[in-house]
């Protein structure tokens, strides 16, 4: 059943109707929002024509008295929520939202100066399509891996956008990304039950996709992403992708969202047999590989020029197989029922075990 998110009578005093409105969920990084909210004091476009709305996600303690003491030229508004997902967290900051454009941003983006300008011209002729513009790692965040993440299209796959025509809801990406606000109403906002933060934001494109609301790329709109990946985290990442993955297939019923679901013509437990034997194949080598990876990944700023160039090129060797292996596990564990961990310690033992 679609989410209600239109705004109720009573829930803000009337105000002049800015023309965008910047969603940012939030949650446990005080020091993230700060500075995306100071950046965003900074845009060429004038303060009046944007309002800027964040959900605290459960923080604790809330970064809603941190975020209320900025002075800032622009109307904001932050309130606290039960953590519930970065889904709910934007659905609740779009039903207080007045623009007829959302610009919703990570809260560790670092948006160019002339960012809300560049979306707001983009929406000029009014069609209704999603633009989304470049995230690259911000200097700070430079390392071999975020750059072998990168070449290889690991996390972000850019390079796989078509350019000057729309792209498929698997594009739909809420880091640096503007939209309509009536296409995200009429398509009933994020689905809540999608509450890891990933794979809710590409749900939601799906089905604007599918309202004939493409993803179209917006070039010089850069966002910084203010983020240091690790090999851990990275790990993570990709086994919550392949988990969010067949979240997806189960709610759409396309084989194409889900690796390998074709060959196996929707049978989940032939795909989850041909996933355990080949991740039996690979268990030995999984968890050494990542701890080699590591080892190359030192941290930005300790590693001379030359060579993070050349550890950038070792991981990118590496790095490929890491990343398939993982997102296998966690399609794996979807489909077994299974959590992060106990899917790696399965992978660790690969005997079948019991879902859970």
Same mark, same amino acid.
């Given at each position: 059943?679609?989410?209600?998110?239109?705004?109720? %009578?009573?829930?803000?005093?009337?105000?002049?109707?800015?023309?965008?409105?910047?969603?940012?969920?939030?949650?446990?990084?005080?020091?993230?929002?700060?500075?995306?909210?100071?950046?965003?004091?900074?845009?060429?476009?004038?303060?009046?024509?944007?309002?800027?709305?964040?959900?605290?996600?459960?923080?604790?303690?809330?970064?809603?008295?941190?975020?209320?003491?900025?002075?800032?030229?622009?109307?904001?508004?932050?309130?606290?929520?039960?953590?519930?997902? =970065?889904?709910?967290?934007?659905?609740?900051?779009?039903?207080?939202?007045?623009?007829?454009?959302?610009?919703?941003?990570?809260?560790?983006?670092?948006?160019?100066?002339?960012?809300?300008?560049?979306?707001?011209?983009?929406?000029?002729?009014?069609?209704?399509?999603?633009? #989304?513009?470049?995230?690259?790692?911000?200097?700070?965040?430079?390392?071999?891996?975020?750059?072998?993440?990168?070449?290889?299209?690991?996390?972000?796959?850019?390079?796989?956008?078509?350019?000057?025509?729309?792209?498929?809801?698997?594009?739909?990406?809420?880091?640096?990304?503007?939209?309509?606000?009536?296409?995200?109403?009429?398509?009933?906002?994020?689905?809540?039950?999608?509450?890891?933060?990933?794979?809710?934001?590409?749900? #939601?494109?799906?089905?604007?996709?599918?309202?004939?609301?493409?993803?179209?790329?917006?070039?010089?709109?850069?966002?910084?992403?203010?983020?240091?990946?690790?090999?851990?985290?990275?790990?993570?990442?990709?086994?919550?992708?392949?988990?969010?993955?067949?979240?997806?297939?189960?709610?759409?019923?396309?084989?194409?969202?889900?690796?390998?679901?074709?060959?196996?013509?929707?049978?989940?437990?032939?795909?989850?047999?041909?996933?355990?034997?080949?991740?039996?194949?690979?268990?030995?080598?999984?968890? =050494?590989?990542?701890?080699? /990876?590591?080892?190359?990944?030192?941290? =930005?700023?300790?590693?001379? =020029?030359?060579?993070?160039?050349?550890?950038?090129?070792?991981?990118?060797?590496?790095?490929?197989?890491?990343?398939?292996?993982? /997102?296998?596990?966690?399609?794996?564990?979807?489909?077994?029922?299974?959590?992060?961990?106990?899917?790696?310690?399965?992978?660790? %033992?690969?005997?079948?075990?019991?879902?859970?």
């Amino acid at each position: 059943m679609p989410i209600d998110l239109r705004r109720r %009578s009573g829930d803000a005093p009337e105000l002049p109707v800015p023309d965008l409105s910047v969603i940012v969920p939030t949650h446990g990084r005080p020091d993230a929002i700060v500075r995306l909210l100071r950046a965003l004091a900074r845009q060429t476009l004038p303060a009046r024509r944007f309002e800027v709305v964040v959900t605290d996600d459960g923080s604790r303690p809330s970064v809603v008295p941190v975020v209320r003491e900025l002075a800032v030229p622009y109307a904001l508004a932050c309130e606290w929520q039960p953590q519930g997902g =970065p889904g709910a967290a934007r659905n609740r900051a779009i039903a207080k939202a007045r623009g007829r454009l959302l610009l919703i941003l990570n809260d560790d983006a670092g948006p160019c100066d002339d960012l809300l300008a560049k979306h707001l011209a983009a929406h000029g002729d009014g069609a209704p399509r999603a633009w #989304l513009g470049d995230f690259p790692y911000a200097p700070e965040a430079d390392s071999a891996l975020a750059r072998a993440c990168t070449r290889l299209g690991l996390v972000f796959p850019f390079a796989a956008l078509q350019r000057d025509a729309p792209n498929g809801g698997n594009f739909f990406w809420t880091c640096n990304l503007s939209v309509p606000r009536p296409s995200v109403l009429d398509a009933g906002g994020f689905d809540e039950s999608f509450r890891d933060p990933i794979c809710e934001d590409v749900e #939601l494109g799906l089905r604007l996709a599918a309202r004939g609301v493409g993803v179209w790329y917006l070039p010089g709109a850069p966002c910084l992403h203010h983020h240091l990946l690790d090999t851990e985290a990275f790990v993570r990442r990709q086994i919550d992708l392949g988990r969010g993955m067949v979240r997806l297939w189960r709610k759409h019923r396309d084989p194409a969202l889900l690796p390998g679901m074709a060959r196996a013509q929707g049978d989940e437990a032939a795909l989850a047999a041909a996933l355990a034997r080949e991740l039996a194949t690979r268990a030995i080598g999984f968890e =050494p590989l990542a701890a080699e /990876i590591a080892a190359l990944d030192r941290a =930005p700023g300790t590693t001379p =020029p030359s060579e993070l160039a050349e550890a950038a090129v070792k991981v990118e060797q590496r790095v490929g197989w890491l990343s398939q292996t993982a /997102i296998w596990l966690g399609c794996y564990a979807g489909l077994r029922e299974l959590d992060r961990g106990a899917a790696r310690r399965w992978l660790a %033992s690969p005997e079948p075990v019991a879902s859970t």
